[in-house]
T-cell receptor, first 112, second 110 residues
Framework: DTGVSQDPRHKITKRGQNVTFRCDPISEHNRLYWYRQTLGQGPEFLTYFQNEAQLEKSRLLSDRFSAERPKGSFSTLEIQRTEQGDSAMYLC??????????FGQGTRLTVV | DAKTTQPNSMESNEEEPVHLPCNHSTISGTDYIHWYRQLPSQGPEYVIHGLTSNVNNRMASLAIAEDRKSSTLILHRATLRDAAVYYCILVKTSYDKVIFGPGTSLSVIP
């Protein structure tokens, strides 16, 4: 059990560029979640998958955001035409029920 | 969704027990009470959860009021490593998404 891993850990991008983050959940966890966290706030739910199906998307997930989990294993979160307001920590978590969700260390995005 | 209310911040002396309260007066019969914590610059970490009975694990204890409208996370002996934001969250099933509130920022004084 290597935990949830996220890549990259840090990303600096220019406004208007597209970025993609990857999350590798704990193997055999069928649920995968994405969150966004800004400084001083608790994490905000964005979306979650059960296997490869995206079951829920928050209203926070604008049209510029898309998430996929093509084979029910790793997931990607893409942000198109980044804005300065997208600067945040993006967290991924996975679970199989029971003990709750396991979180990764996050990807810190800075849009300049 | 049922909400939880926690103090914004608390302080504890090192090696003393810490009782972190949480009110959830609108809890429904099937809501689980979960606690997570987030250390600085890290992702949240699951601590403990329960439904009706008190629960213990290697990290903490969870005391649930008989009417389930409040609960208390107990750290038996605070260490400097326990300084974190602690979140009390109601979750409808063990699979459901976790919705975070502001949490309680715990400071541990040496």
């Amino acid at each position: 059990d290597t935990g949830v891993s996220q890549d990259p850990r840090h990303k600096i991008t220019k406004r208007g560029q597209n970025v993609t983050f990857r999350c590798d959940p704990i193997s055999e966890h069928n649920r995968l979640y994405w969150y966004r966290q800004t400084l001083g706030q608790g994490p905000e739910f964005l979306t979650y998958f059960q296997n490869e199906a995206q079951l829920e998307k928050s209203r926070l997930l604008s049209d510029r955001f898309s998430a996929e989990r093509p084979k029910g294993s790793f997931s990607t979160l893409e942000i198109q035409r980044t804005e300065q307001g997208d600067s945040a920590m993006y967290l991924c978590a996975s679970s199989s029920g029971g003990r709750g969700a396991f979180f990764g260390q996050g990807t810190r995005l800075t849009v300049v | 969704d049922a909400k939880t209310t926690q103090p914004n911040s608390m302080e504890s002396n090192e090696e003393e027990p810490v009782h972190l309260p949480c009110n959830h007066s609108t809890i429904s019969g099937t809501d689980y009470i979960h606690w997570y914590r987030q250390l600085p610059s890290q992702g949240p970490e699951y601590v403990i959860h329960g439904l009706t009975s008190n629960v213990n694990n290697r990290m903490a204890s969870l005391a649930i009021a008989e009417d389930r409208k409040s609960s208390t996370l107990i750290l038996h002996r605070a260490t400097l490593r326990d300084a974190a934001v602690y979140y009390c969250i109601l979750v409808k099933t063990s699979y459901d998404k976790v919705i975070f509130g502001p949490g309680t920022s715990l400071s541990v004084i040496p």
